[in-house]
Nanobody, 121 residues
């Protein structure tokens, strides 16, 4: 059974940092594009960042310069380092695996269950 499990969410003050981790199991994601999406309360799920098999990265405009996506294929894991967090970053963050399509209309084959990030002002 293929699974993506997120961790690292929580409550942080504006200006603070969090690092999200997504651990994959059930298959290797080493050759797959991986990404992060987020869904704020009452809004649709949206693309945040992606990383392809060779390390190429893409970011949604509002997080450029603040968020960094990375991966460790030896651990079958993807990370999202979030700095200078703002209240508008508050959302459930979802790991996405085996992305198809192109920025910003990626379609994942796999989803994690999400981790909540709350940024207080």
């Amino acid at each position: 059974q293929v699974q993506l499990v997120e961790s690292g969410g929580g409550l942080v003050q504006a200006g603070g940092s969090l690092r999200l981790t997504c651990a994959g199991s059930g298959r290797s994601f080493s050759w797959s594009a991986m990404g992060w999406f987020r869904q704020a309360p009452g809004k649709e799920r949206k693309f945040v960042a992606s990383i392809n098999w060779s390390g190429g990265k893409e970011y949604e405009d509002s997080v450029k310069g603040r968020f960094t996506i990375s991966r460790d294929n030896t651990k079958n894991s993807v990370y999202l380092q979030m700095n200078s967090l703002k209240p508008e970053d508050t959302a459930v963050y979802y790991c996405a695996g085996d992305l198809s399509g192109s920025y910003p209309y990626y379609v994942p084959a796999y989803w994690g269950k999400g981790t909540l990030v709350t940024v207080s002002s």
